[in-house]
């Protein structure tokens, strides 16, 4: 199991929320990925998310630039 299952369940368990196996999760994905497709898919990105890309696009090159 890797570090990122195990701390997946330790926050579920602290939470008290069942622990769901991997093709659970996997099903899961797909699904609320589907629905946020047929949902979202040719609407425009919002200002403030645009905002929010450009923040992490210019953080992204100043970490570039400092290795």
């Not at 994905?29 to 696009?57: A, H, N, W």
């Amino acid at each position: 199991m890797n570090q990122h299952a195990v701390k997946t369940e330790a926050h579920a368990q602290d939470r008290g929320l069942p622990v769901l196996g991997a093709e659970a999760q996997r099903h899961l994905g797909v699904t609320l990925r589907s629905v946020y497709e047929r949902t979202s898919d040719g609407e425009p990105i919002p200002f403030d998310q645009v905002e929010l890309l450009l923040r992490l696009r210019r953080r992204e090159r100043e970490l570039q630039r400092a290795r």
